[in-house]
């Protein structure tokens, strides 16, 4: 009986180390219009715990459903990375597109077959739009008063700065919760007022309005800054790149440009051109909580990124959403280092050389949902270095060379999912250095494993034939896709499921962004999977694949008319679908 009783008790602890022990659930770093939740656990060896999400504003009696929480396996870098980094045994995940300031219920449940069953109900607030204070007292300041001004502000005052020349500015003063300390331009830029650069390092309850500066915006260590209708025009321009970054910070509705030009010279992060502008990012923060939405930028290396390796501090719960986003000669987006409930939502991508970066996630999960890319030139999602985690969602990709390429060898990602995207490559490949746009399938990832998770996805070719590969599975055909791949459900698209869009071969030079809004009727309509809390509202019988939902209004990208922020959007886009 000896070795039937050690069988038994072998058996019990494996079951107790499948079973999930639940720990605490919170939701660290509201946004203004996302939330984050995060359930630690123990246990669930296997896997295959499930939570449920549900949530309504407080005082409301109807809920609605999230997606479900990613189970994130606790994990760490290791060689990766020249820094490690670690992260815990969890479900994680978001909740998106909430209303401004405003107190929600969130509801978990959680299912384990092996044991474990647990509920929790969460309450949390997603942060106020930054304002003045309203009874705000406003102070007019010119070049030559600023300094003695600024070091003598109070809690809540405004100061209204004159045209003029105001050289390089270190902020010294910080306002309160609530009463922040505005330093206002009275003309839009970029006439006006002008800095050389505007360091905010250290500084807490700041809003910088209508500047223009030819120099950065330096936001390192800053906490609840504001920086919204500026116009910046250098190198490097709104930056936290340091440790610890900055934290809860609000940067919308700004220009940020330089010179990088849009050349085959100048593509990948290896390029052989050595111009004034070959280094330089437009807007590059570390730091959790940070909201980076509705700027234009245009003209550098990397657009706006995050920071890598060691120089990466606590990137959790960033929201960067509604951008536009033109000419990036290595990524447009480099959601790198990611730790947590990064969101690269509805951003408008166009003349860029990769377009959406996750090198790596460090376990997720990392969303990117409804991205519109076009003129893409070596891949619309680079997941590189382990990457794991991400979830990539009716975004709308198109490109010349290979149209959903994810051209990274074994190991380099996991986890992943894919649903509901639209994806046209196609001719016009060519080579860049070391990197190459591919030859033209529909869809080419040399490597998967089946932790990764596509399916109905549209995908096709301009002028090239309907082929590709996925992991070492190859097809010919939308047929073979289906019946040889997980991609069920997938659709064979071309250039015609869109009104009118031109596909671009030759990528140069610069191309304008086109609409892309679906054709009636086309394949595209009706395709897709529903995905509680993203394609909420679908018309039809089921979700148009891509970024635009067909009935739909498109998003508004780039900097919003001035008085225009997320609550009155808020209201226009939930009017019959309210959260």
């Known amino acids: 009986m000896r070795p039937l009783l050690c069988g038994l008790a072998l058996a019990v602890r494996l079951s107790a180390q499948d079973a999930t022990i639940a720990g605490a659930a919170t939701s660290?770093?509201?946004?203004?219009?996302?939330?984050?939740?995060?359930?630690?656990?123990?246990?669930?060896?296997?896997?295959?715990?499930?939570?449920?999400?549900?949530?309504?504003?407080?005082?409301?009696?109807?809920?609605?459903?999230?997606?479900?929480l990613r189970r994130i396996r606790a994990g760490n870098s290791g060689k990766r990375s020249p820094t490690t980094f670690y992260w815990d045994n969890r479900h994680s995940g978001s909740i998106f597109d909430l209303r401004p300031d405003s107190e929600y219920e969130i509801r978990l449940i959680l299912t384990d077959p092996d044991g474990g069953a647990a509920e929790r109900t969460l309450r949390a607030r997603t942060r106020a739009v930054p304002r003045p204070a309203s009874d705000a007292r406003t102070i007019p300041v010119n070049p030559r008063t600023f300094?003695?001004?600024?070091?003598?502000?109070?809690?809540?005052d405004i100061l209204l700065l004159s045209p003029g020349f105001y050289q390089n500015a270190v902020l010294t003063r910080?306002?309160?919760?609530?009463?922040?300390?505005?330093i206002r331009g009275d003309t839009m830029p970029p006439i006006g007022t002008t800095f050389d650069s505007i360091l905010v390092r250290n500084r807490k309850h700041l809003i910088l309005e209508k500047l223009a500066v030819d120099g950065p915006i330096d936001l390192a260590e800053a906490e609840d800054v504001a920086v919204r209708y500026c116009r910046v025009n250098a190198r490097f321009g709104i930056i936290a790149n340091r440790k610890p970054g900055a934290r809860n910070c609000y940067i919308a509705d700004n220009i940020v440009a330089s010179t990088m030009p849009w050349i085959a010279e100048a593509m990948g992060s290896e390029s052989i051109y050595r111009g004034p502008a070959s280094v330089g990012e437009g807007i590059q923060m570390t730091g959790?909580?940070?909201?980076?939405?509705?700027?234009?930028?245009?003209?550098?290396?990397?657009?706006?990124s995050t920071m890598e390796d060691a120089e990466a501090f606590e990137q959790v719960s960033i929201d960067i959403y509604n951008n536009d986003i033109e000419v990036g000669d290595d990524d447009a987006i480099e959601a790198d280092f990611c730790m947590g409930n990064c969101r690269i939502l509805r951003n408008r991508i166009t003349n860029c050389f990769m377009g959406l970066s996750s090198q790596p996630s460090l376990g997720g999960p990392a969303y990117f949902i409804r991205n519109v890319m076009y003129n893409i030139i070596e891949a619309p999602f680079k997941l590189e270095r382990g990457s794991g985690g991400n979830l990539f969602l009716h975004n709308t990709v198109v490109k010349v060379g290979d149209g959903l390429r994810i051209p990274h060898g074994p190991g380099e990602y996991s986890d992943t999912v894919l649903r509901n995207n639209l994806v046209i490559g196609g001719a016009g490949a060519g080579r860049y250095g070391r990197y190459t746009s591919g030859t033209g399938r529909a869809f080419y990832t040399p490597e998967t494993d089946a932790s990764n998770d596509f399916d109905y996805d549209g995908v096709g070719t301009f002028?090239?034939?309907?082929?590709?590969?996925?992991?070492?599975?190859l097809f010919s055909g939308i047929e073979e896709l289906r019946?040889?791949?997980?991609?069920?459900?997938?659709?064979?698209?071309?250039?015609?499921?869109?009104?009118?869009?031109?596909?671009?071969?030759?990528?140069?030079?610069?191309?304008?962004?086109?609409?892309?809004?679906?054709?009636?009727?086309?394949?595209?309509?009706d395709a897709g999977v529903r995905l509680p809390n993203v394609n909420d509202g679908f018309r039809g019988v089921a979700p148009d694949l891509g970024a635009h939902e067909r009935e739909r209004p498109l998003p508004h990208y780039g900097p919003r008319p001035e008085g225009t922020d997320e609550g009155t959007i808020w209201e226009v886009q939930h009017r019959d679908t309210r959260k």
Request: with cysteine.
């Open 483 to 525: 019946r040889l791949t997980t991609e069920k459900h997938a659709v064979r698209v071309d250039i015609g499921v869109f009104d009118g869009a031109e596909f671009p071969n030759p990528p140069f030079p610069e191309r304008r962004p086109p609409e892309l809004r679906l054709r009636r009727g086309s394949a595209a309509v």
């Open 28 to 68: 660290p770093y509201p946004t203004v219009t996302n939330l984050s939740v995060e359930w630690r656990i123990e246990g669930d060896a296997n896997g295959n715990g499930h939570v449920a999400v549900q949530y309504r504003r407080a005082g409301e009696t109807a809920w609605s459903e999230g997606l479900p």
């Open 288 to 304: 959790p909580g940070n909201v980076i939405c509705h700027n234009r930028v245009k003209g550098y290396r990397d657009c706006i």
């Open 463 to 473: 002028g090239t034939p309907f082929a590709g590969s996925l992991g070492k599975i």
């Open 147 to 156: 300094r003695a001004i600024e070091a003598a502000a109070q809690p809540g």
């Open 174 to 182: 910080d306002g309160a919760p609530g009463r922040p300390i505005v």
